[in-house]
């Protein structure tokens, strides 16, 4: 078993995930990332591991695999996720529930497998890469937002059944950021319908001006390796502009005029 600290990121191939693994790997630890296809270590010297976590025979292979080989995980960052950009009424169930195993009951299958270890180690920390819209109901992302909303309770209770143990959750909330997720959205399966017209044009021009004007994606990064190295981590981390303010108003404001403002912000015509 080695004695340096492991890290495990998935979905490292691109965006937050790529960024979180290099980052960590430049703190002494080594660290694998994973990919639905095969991909080559980097040359920063992330260990790339091929891993589909809607499969669960993948994902007993590859955490098994990672133990067999360094004999620990100490992080485990649960980023591997995906949209489908579309109104609830143009989404089919079947393309929804595809998205809650991918976001959801992916992560959900990864930490299955590792936290007995990090239970038995007595030490560890799980991160789950959420979002702001898993802290309000997003038009035109609704299934979306519903898997981070699901993301959120999970960790939540999670964090009080296993920090005893001496094992940390930490929820990461980013708000708009400048990564390609929404341009890899899973289209949409059913047929456009001619009532949602107008609203899905204001949507579509909403979220790609908010991406554009969106924060670093190296913000999350960065957040991350802070969090790895803190002793006690608190359950929740918001990230970017909106992810802060956003959640405010939610709060203090009456819920038809938080409404509004999310009508304005994110799906005004």
């Excluded at 109104?87 to 595809?98: C, N």
Aim: glycine share 10%.
């Amino acid at each position: 078993m080695t004695k340096q600290r492991v890290a495990l990121v998935t979905g490292a191939s691109s965006g937050f995930g790529d960024l979180i693994a290099t980052n960590l790997i430049q703190t002494g630890m080594i660290v694998y990332g994973t990919s639905r296809q095969p991909t080559p270590d980097t040359p920063s010297g992330v260990r790339m591991r091929v891993l589909d976590v809607s499969d669960a025979a993948s994902v007993a292979a590859c955490v098994g695999g990672i133990i067999a080989e360094a004999g620990r995980v100490d992080v485990l960052v649960n980023n591997a996720g995906r949209t489908v950009s579309a109104l609830v009424e143009e989404t089919a169930i079947a393309d929804a529930e595809a998205l809650f195993q991918t976001n959801f009951f992916g992560a959900a299958r990864v930490t299955a497998q590792v936290l007995p270890h990090m239970r038995d180690q007595g030490s560890g920390i799980l991160l789950f890469i959420s979002s702001l819209a898993g802290l309000v109901g997003t038009p035109g992302q609704a299934y979306y937002s519903a898997t981070k909303h699901a993301l959120e309770g999970y960790a939540e209770s999670l964090y009080v059944e296993v920090r005893p143990l001496g094992v940390n959750v930490v929820l990461i909330e980013p708000g708009f950021f400048r990564t390609a997720i929404h341009d890899k959205a899973t289209p949409s399966t059913v047929p456009p319908i001619p009532a949602y017209a107008t609203r899905r044009a204001a949507l579509d021009r909403k979220f790609a001006e908010s991406v554009r004007r969106g924060d670093d994606p190296q913000k999350v990064a960065r957040l991350v390796t802070q969090i790895v190295g803190e002793a006690h981590p608190r359950l929740r981390y918001r990230v970017g502009n909106d992810a802060v303010w956003v959640p405010r108003f939610k709060q203090l404001l009456p819920e038809r005029w938080f409404l509004g403002v999310v009508e304005r912000r994110f799906g005004g015509y």
